[in-house]
């Protein structure tokens, strides 16, 4: 009998053949579809216009990757049955399945949980509705599956879902320094001791992965004003919060609104499931019509925040490795003067923090390398490694964000 294939055509890689009908009954749910509604990179299209693909885009990219590794691994005799398989690209799928709205913004802010215990949490209870489907998923995805190297697909400092969207959001920025050889490095894969790793000779095509993605942190991700994109809408969500903890009524849509006048927890998501529904009716829409309508909010630092969003008035930022405490009093001083704020108030308009990129992390999981010889070594190791001269240093950066 013929298996009926579904085909997505995806600008990246071109056709995406999805065969298995488990991943169809993932894809059509409507809590994988909400993520049509949540933008990949947040408000980087106010720098980069083109920056508009979405979390869904990428969930099927990494899906797709995820299959390619394990056909290329299968071609070595490291074979996986049909059922780990289909749970290791279901794990892919699924991978972004908790962000919020904009993301990490949403995540310091309006629900005091990470995206991957959320994510956890749509497994489970997907799994539930579904009858036991997410079962083998779930375990990869939270890494108490035997086969070590599954989950290392999923997440790791050389996973599927960092080889798309540096590819993605390379692509879609326009910034060509993000392009990597993921057909590379996919082939170069191998797996010893139930651990993936890279042969040899795909050392290059790996140090040119961490390269990319140290180049597109500081070029895209961290951009300047990027960064102050996204701390804006964080202190727009802040100052909304501490609106509705005093009382104030404030426009918001009903999923929003949920969240505007509680303090959840993680441990309020796992004991009572409402919060998790209404927090899966939440996407970039919900923020954006809320944040149009505060334009007009009797709070002048609400409004005020607002308008500058809605209106690109961004954030001024300066960035540099030396302490900027020496310009923080000016910048207060002039602010104050512009809009006639109290101190309370100013901390929205002028601060100060750092930032870092930390695109190697050596104390993390660290990519291994099957030599020649058969001998495995950290990449860390490998004589002349830039890895190991360069691109394990962490870069921290302080900046000060200012109205002018």
């Given at each position: 009998?013929?298996?009926?294939?579904?085909?997505?055509?995806?600008?990246?890689?071109?056709?995406?053949?999805?065969?298995?009908?488990?991943?169809?009954?993932?894809?059509?749910?409507?809590?994988?579809?909400?993520?049509?509604?949540?933008?990949?990179?947040?408000?980087?299209?106010?720098?980069?216009?083109?920056?508009?693909?979405?979390?869904?885009?990428?969930?099927?990219?990494?899906?797709?990757?995820?299959?390619?590794?394990?056909?290329?691994?299968?071609?070595?005799?490291?074979?996986?049955?049909?059922?780990?398989?289909?749970?290791?690209?279901?794990?892919?799928?699924?991978?972004?399945?908790?962000?919020?709205?904009?993301?990490?913004?949403?995540?310091?802010?309006?629900?005091?949980?990470?995206?991957?215990?959320?994510?956890?949490?749509?497994?489970?209870?997907?799994?539930?509705?579904?009858?036991?489907?997410?079962?083998?998923?779930?375990?990869?995805?939270?890494?108490?599956?035997?086969?070590?190297?599954?989950?290392?697909?999923?997440?790791?400092?050389?996973?599927?879902?960092?080889?798309?969207?540096?590819?993605?959001?390379?692509?879609?920025?326009?910034?060509?320094?993000?392009?990597?050889?993921?057909?590379?490095?996919?082939?170069?894969?191998?797996?010893?001791?139930?651990?993936?790793?890279?042969?040899?000779?795909?050392?290059?095509?790996?140090?040119?992965?961490?390269?990319?993605?140290?180049?597109?942190?500081?070029?895209?991700?961290?951009?300047?004003?990027?960064?102050?994109?996204?701390?804006?809408?964080?202190?727009?969500?802040?100052?909304?919060?501490?609106?509705?903890?005093?009382?104030?009524?404030?426009?918001?849509?009903?999923a929003l609104n949920y969240f505007l006048y509680r303090h959840l927890t993680e441990e309020d998501f796992r004991n009572d499931p409402e919060h998790l529904y209404k927090?899966?009716?939440?996407?970039d829409n919900d923020l954006m019509v809320s944040i149009k309508i505060w334009q007009t909010h009797d709070d002048k630092v609400l409004s005020t925040l607002c308008k500058?969003?809605?209106?690109?008035?961004?954030?001024?930022?300066?960035?540099?490795?030396?302490?900027?405490?020496?310009?923080?009093?000016?910048?207060?001083?002039?602010?104050?003067?512009m809009l006639g704020l109290n101190d309370e108030e100013l901390k929205y308009f002028v601060f100060t923090g750092v930032t870092s990129n930390s695109t190697y992390n050596?104390?993390?999981?660290?990519?291994?390398?099957?030599?020649?010889?058969?001998?495995?070594?950290?990449?860390?190791?490998?004589?002349?490694?830039?890895?190991?001269?360069?691109?394990?240093?962490?870069?921290?950066?302080?900046?000060?964000?200012?109205?002018?």
């Amino acid at each position: 009998m013929s298996i009926k294939v579904k085909i997505i055509n995806d600008p990246v890689y071109g056709f995406l053949r999805i065969p298995e009908p488990e991943l169809m009954k993932v894809i059509d749910h409507p809590w994988f579809q909400r993520l049509r509604n949540i933008k990949q990179m947040g408000l980087a299209h106010l720098v980069y216009p083109g920056a508009t693909h979405t979390r869904l885009a990428h969930s099927l990219g990494a899906c797709h990757l995820m299959g390619k590794a394990l056909d290329e691994l299968k071609t070595k005799d490291i074979t996986s049955d049909k059922d780990e398989y289909v749970a290791a690209r279901l794990a892919a799928l699924l991978h972004d399945i908790g962000h919020g709205p904009f993301s990490h913004s949403l995540e310091n802010t309006l629900v005091g949980v990470h995206h991957e215990k959320i994510s956890q949490l749509i497994m489970h209870r997907m799994n539930d509705e579904m009858g036991g489907l997410l079962e083998k998923t779930i375990q990869i995805y939270d890494h108490s599956y035997p086969r070590k190297y599954l989950h290392q697909l999923v997440s790791s400092q050389m996973d599927v879902d960092r080889m798309d969207y540096l590819n993605r959001d390379s692509f879609y920025t326009g910034v060509s320094e993000g392009v990597i050889g993921y057909d590379r490095i996919l082939q170069m894969l191998t797996v010893q001791d139930n651990e993936l790793m890279v042969e040899e000779k795909g050392v290059h095509s790996v140090e040119k992965f961490i390269i990319a993605r140290r180049l597109m942190y500081w070029q895209v991700y961290l951009h300047k004003t990027v960064l102050g994109a996204e701390m804006l809408l964080i202190n727009i969500l802040k100052r909304a919060k501490e609106l509705a903890q005093r009382g104030q009524e404030l426009f918001s849509t009903p999923a929003l609104n949920y969240f505007l006048y509680r303090h959840l927890t993680e441990e309020d998501f796992r004991n009572d499931p409402e919060h998790l529904y209404k927090f899966l009716q939440l996407d970039d829409n919900d923020l954006m019509v809320s944040i149009k309508i505060w334009q007009t909010h009797d709070d002048k630092v609400l409004s005020t925040l607002c308008k500058m969003l809605i209106l690109r008035k961004l954030y001024k930022v300066s960035l540099s490795s030396e302490s900027l405490a020496s310009i923080l009093g000016e910048k207060r001083k002039l602010a104050k003067n512009m809009l006639g704020l109290n101190d309370e108030e100013l901390k929205y308009f002028v601060f100060t923090g750092v930032t870092s990129n930390s695109t190697y992390n050596i104390n993390d999981e660290l990519i291994k390398i099957e030599t020649k010889s058969g001998a495995v070594k950290n990449i860390t190791e490998i004589d002349d490694s830039l890895v190991n001269q360069t691109l394990a240093r962490a870069v921290h950066k302080n900046y000060i964000c200012y109205i002018q």
